[in-house]
């Protein structure tokens, strides 16, 4: 049920506040980090509400609200969140800090993100960059309204946001033309990366920049296997492109795959089920998957059941000369076990977006480590930026700017999460 005004008068306000009234005319100018922007409330009687965890504007004695705009790494956010005016108070944090519930992060770390969010009534975060599990959740007393991005944020407890009455809002990937645009788009970065690791496109660049030449052979693809651990959505369409552009020959696994799905699989990705007697996604054990896979590309979604999927007694199948690709989530791989196969060179190498700690800490073996050198296998990183497609990312600030605008003329807040 979305959430309208008059439900949230209760979490924006004191009670007996019932009429908004905005002011036009104040116009603060904002700065790169902030926008002020002034709310003011009227009660029925004249009397203004009291409300502790507004904070008074000195310009024009009215009530600033505060908003936080968490890991916005690559500052869209301002373009929209700036269009605001002089009633809220916009405060933008790029420094990720490590995730609350994290078993490692030390309770001063988990201190300083308290002290950093507790201002705060309204929380935009971007995807699933900063947990809110149910203690940080409670120590969090004034939010009010939490907006996310996506369908779905598994690193929030939504059953702790409904027991504050807290609404979660999300926003939905709205690139103009293109119904499944962070599907196309995650999919072609993790095409990109799969021909960047197969022929050293990153390394050789550092060469060039460096002085050097060419270093290393590259491996063609064309005629190999390319083993799908995950055949929904995103699987099919990297099935799809390696197996009719390069002539891959296609396998895959998950824990309920049978042949039958995969053939229809084969038949939504608009390629025949056989040809010449070999299934087109040949549906294959677990085993299987890993020791024949010449690249081995990650599909899953990240749930209890998948955390782990993948451990040392997987990879040590694989082929010497074989790839492993992770464009989905990092937890699904046991990462010390693949730090470990990597650091000892028993596969050609891997191409990762995504890890257990994002962003990854300086001193992260995957920063520190000299890959492709001293036996090593090589390793192409980037910074979980599959899906951050320029259109998508603006889509998603856009939306929830016109949330909180939605919110101030009393209109439904959309998508709501729970």
């Not at 902030?34 to 004695?61: C, E, V, Y």
């Not at 990720?96 to 201002?119: C, F, H, M, S, W």
């Not at 369409?237 to 197996?243: D, H, I, N, Y």
């Not at 996604?281 to 690249?295: C, G, N």
Request: with cysteine.
């Amino acid at each position: 049920m979305p959430i309208t005004l008059p439900s949230v008068r209760a979490l924006l306000r004191n009670r007996g506040a019932t009429r908004y009234y905005y002011p036009a005319a104040i116009r603060a100018t904002p700065t790169s980090s902030t926008s002020p922007l002034t709310i003011i409330h009227h009660h029925h009687h004249r009397r203004r509400p009291q409300f502790p965890h507004r904070f008074l504007s000195s310009k024009s004695n009215t009530m600033v609200t505060k908003i936080a705009v968490l890991d916005d790494y690559t500052d869209t956010s301002p373009e929209f969140f700036n269009q605001l005016g002089p009633n809220y108070e916009v405060v933008y944090f790029k420094d990720t800090l490590l995730p609350y519930n994290g078993a490692t992060t030390p309770q001063a770390i988990k201190d300083e993100l308290v002290k950093r969010l507790e201002p705060f009534e309204i929380i935009s975060t971007m995807r699933e960059r900063t947990p809110f599990p149910a203690e940080l959740i409670a120590r969090l007393p004034n939010l009010k309204v939490f907006l996310t991005t996506g369908h779905i944020n598994r690193a929030v407890d939504m059953e702790a946001m409904a027991a504050r009455g807290i609404p979660v809002v999300g926003a939905l990937d709205t690139a103009p033309g293109d119904a499944d645009n962070n599907l196309n788009c995650t999919a072609e970065h993790t095409v990109a990366i799969i021909l960047g690791i197969a022929h050293n496109i990153a390394a050789d660049c550092a060469n060039v920049h460096a002085g050097g030449w060419q270093t290393q052979t590259k491996i063609k693809l064309s005629g190999k296997t390319l083993g799908v651990l995950g055949l929904g959505r995103y699987g099919i369409v990297l099935a799809r492109v390696f197996s009719a552009a390069m002539g891959m020959k296609i396998i895959a696994w998950s824990p309920n795959l049978t042949q039958d799905a995969a053939d229809e699989r084969a038949q939504q990705a608009g390629l025949p089920v056989e040809t010449n007697g070999v299934k087109t996604f040949r549906a294959v054990s677990k085993e299987e998957l890993f020791s024949q896979s010449d690249v081995l590309t990650l599909h899953l979604p990240l749930s209890e059941r998948s955390r782990g999927l993948v451990s040392a007694v997987d990879l040590q199948r694989m082929k010497p000369t074989s790839f492993f690709v992770n464009t989905s989530r990092g937890p699904i791989v046991v990462e010390k076990d693949l730090l470990d196969i990597l650091k000892q060179g028993k596969i050609r190498g891997a191409a990762l977006d995504v890890f257990d700690i994002e962003p990854l800490p300086a001193d992260s073996e995957w920063r520190t480590t000299e890959w492709g050198k001293n036996g090593t296998s090589n390793v192409l990183l980037t910074p979980h930026s599959a899906y951050g497609e320029d259109e998508s990312m603006k889509g998603f600030y856009r939306q929830q700017l016109e949330n909180i605008q939605r919110l101030e003329r009393g209109e439904d807040m959309l998508p709501l999460l729970h």
